[in-house]
């Protein structure tokens, strides 16, 4: 299955958080928090959405850092999840 967003929706997908620090300190499992950043996976055409045009800023392959409490979390092929959110849930882009 392959997922394609509409309007000013983007896929991404969450990158793995480390479980170690640089200095070597192992963080525990339970003190983690979902990790913020994530790789685009797709990316809406953008257009006119709540009549306001939108142009979209990220692309395919970038990473970025989005919104905590933003998207909805999808489960595809049962391996894969994703999370879909508004472009303007994203922060920034990580260069």
Avoid at 24 to 30: A, F, S, T
Avoid at 49 to 55: D, F, I, L, P, Q
Avoid at 65 to 87: F, L, N, P, R
Wanted: aromatic residues 4%; hydrophobic residues 40%.
């Amino acid at each position: 299955m392959k997922l394609v967003p509409l309007g000013d929706r983007v896929v991404l997908k969450a990158l793995v958080a480390e479980e170690t620090t640089k200095s070597g300190i192992v963080l525990p499992g339970q003190n983690k928090e979902k990790p913020q950043q994530a790789e685009v996976v797709a990316v809406g055409p953008g257009g006119m959405v709540n009549g306001n045009e939108v142009k979209m800023e990220v692309s395919v392959g970038d990473k970025v850092i989005y919104s905590k409490y933003s998207g909805t979390e999808v489960k595809v092929d049962e391996d894969e999840e994703y999370i879909i959110v508004s472009q303007s849930d994203i922060l920034a882009i990580i260069k």
